[in-house]
């Protein structure tokens, strides 16, 4: 696939894999050129510097990774995992927080509910959903399907996706932590399964009011932290560029995160991350989720509290040491 956006570190690899596409634009052009093999060896170039450039990327690169615009969305996932899905709308109290959507759908046949983060695809649709960014009424939002599953017996899948909640004057007079936690405390309460991936960011309570689930799993390029980098770096060196540093510090990789067992499974991506070839990135989340679920199917609402229970009051006991 010929890349529209590449990222900083990526440079390299677009004057690759550009001047490839420029010789094939070429030989369009001008059908008596022959440069396959020429482009051909800049495609073997370019795939070895890519495997290179992924092979063992900084904590810093995997938040560009997990940032990146062509990444696949909640919307994405939903339209290619869940058949028969019914969006629900609106907290019955305040308003329709489109940086959150969600709704009954089926799973491999099995019904659940589904709710996510979605930040949009385009300047358009990344405003009208503010980035990912929910309100207090998308926190209401989720609490109020997550108590219509519990009614019905449905498993909740949440797709986490967000910067942070959003830290606007309006979304703080209406409560924002108070939503935050009344989410949190509805996935601990939950008598159904609740299986969470990160599919990009997960930022601060903003993405814990989703996360707080009996599975937690997270793709490989994906993050999870209390703080951005930026944020953490303004605040401990006054210096936003000092986000290198702060993502370091943060451990906010699916694989620190897997070793204090924060996340319990890491989702395989494709050579160069989930944009690269969201199908095989959107599958993967796919044969997952359908795993996570087989797991839990069998246990008792007490069981699967007592479950997530104990999950949480066990962090920070696995792998700290370290």
Same mark, same amino acid.
């Given at each position: 696939?010929?890349?529209?956006? %590449?990222?900083?570190? =990526?440079?390299?690899?677009?004057?690759?894999?550009?001047?490839?596409?420029? @010789?094939? &634009?070429?030989?369009?052009?001008?059908?008596?050129?022959?440069?396959?093999?020429?482009?051909?060896? /800049?495609? +073997?170039?370019?795939?070895?510097?890519? +495997?290179?450039? %992924?092979?063992?990327?900084?904590?810093?690169?995997?938040?560009?990774? &997990?940032?990146?615009?062509?990444?696949?969305?909640?919307?994405?996932?939903?339209?290619?995992?869940?058949?028969?899905?019914?969006? @629900?709308?609106?907290?019955?109290?305040?308003?329709?927080?489109?940086?959150?959507?969600?709704?009954?759908?089926?799973?491999?046949?099995?019904?659940?509910?589904?709710?996510?983060? =979605?930040?949009?695809?385009?300047?358009?649709?990344?405003?009208?959903?503010?980035?990912?960014?929910?309100?207090?009424?998308? %926190?209401?939002?989720? #609490?109020?399907?997550?108590?219509?599953?519990?009614?019905?017996?449905?498993?909740?899948?949440? /797709?986490?996706?967000?910067?942070?909640?959003?830290?606007?004057?309006?979304?703080?007079?209406?409560?924002?932590?108070? &939503?935050?936690?009344?989410?949190?405390?509805?996935?601990?309460? /939950?008598?159904?399964?609740?299986?969470?991936?990160?599919?990009?960011?997960?930022?601060?309570?903003?993405?814990?009011?989703?996360?707080?689930?009996?599975?937690?799993?997270?793709?490989?390029?994906? #993050?999870?932290?209390?703080?951005?980098?930026?944020?953490?770096?303004?605040?401990?060196?006054?210096?936003?560029?000092?986000?290198?540093?702060?993502?370091?510090? /943060?451990? @906010?990789?699916?694989?620190?995160?897997?070793? #204090?067992?924060?996340?319990?499974?890491?989702?395989?991506?494709? =050579?160069?991350?989930?944009?690269?070839?969201?199908?095989?990135?959107?599958?993967?989340?796919?044969?997952?989720?359908?795993?996570?679920?087989?797991?839990?199917?069998?246990?008792?609402?007490?069981?699967?509290?007592?479950?997530?229970?104990?999950? %949480?009051?066990?962090?920070?006991?696995?792998? @700290?040491?370290?």
């Amino acid at each position: 696939m010929f890349m529209t956006q %590449y990222l900083d570190f =990526e440079k390299p690899l677009a004057e690759i894999e550009g001047k490839a596409e420029e @010789l094939r &634009a070429m030989a369009r052009d001008n059908p008596e050129m022959d440069v396959e093999k020429e482009a051909s060896a /800049l495609d +073997k170039k370019a795939a070895d510097l890519l +495997k290179s450039l %992924y092979a063992d990327l900084t904590p810093w690169r995997k938040c560009q990774v &997990a940032r990146h615009p062509e990444r696949p969305h909640c919307q994405d996932y939903i339209d290619a995992l869940f058949t028969e899905y019914t969006p @629900l709308a609106g907290d019955r109290n305040f308003a329709d927080d489109h940086a959150v959507m969600g709704g009954i759908a089926r799973l491999d046949g099995t019904p659940v509910m589904v709710i996510g983060h =979605e930040k949009g695809n385009d300047t358009k649709s990344r405003i009208e959903r503010n980035f990912g960014m929910a309100r207090p009424e998308g %926190y209401r939002k989720a #609490i109020r399907l997550m108590e219509l599953a519990n009614r019905f017996g449905l498993p909740v899948i949440t /797709l986490v996706d967000t910067p942070g909640a959003y830290p606007g004057k309006g979304a703080e007079e209406r409560g924002q932590s108070e &939503a935050i936690a009344r989410s949190t405390e509805k996935c601990l309460e /939950l008598g159904v399964p609740l299986i969470s991936v990160v599919i990009g960011e997960g930022g601060s309570g903003g993405a814990v009011a989703f996360a707080t689930a009996n599975r937690v799993a997270m793709l490989d390029h994906s #993050i999870y932290s209390v703080i951005s980098p930026e944020g953490c770096a303004s605040i401990l060196w006054k210096d936003a560029e000092k986000m290198r540093e702060s993502a370091e510090a /943060l451990r @906010l990789t699916s694989k620190d995160l897997h070793e #204090i067992g924060v996340c319990d499974r890491i989702i395989a991506e494709p =050579e160069g991350g989930a944009h690269r070839n969201p199908k095989v990135a959107i599958d993967a989340v796919g044969e997952a989720l359908v795993s996570m679920l087989n797991e839990l199917r069998n246990l008792s609402g007490e069981k699967l509290r007592a479950d997530r229970r104990r999950k %949480y009051l066990d962090l920070g006991s696995k792998g @700290l040491a370290a």
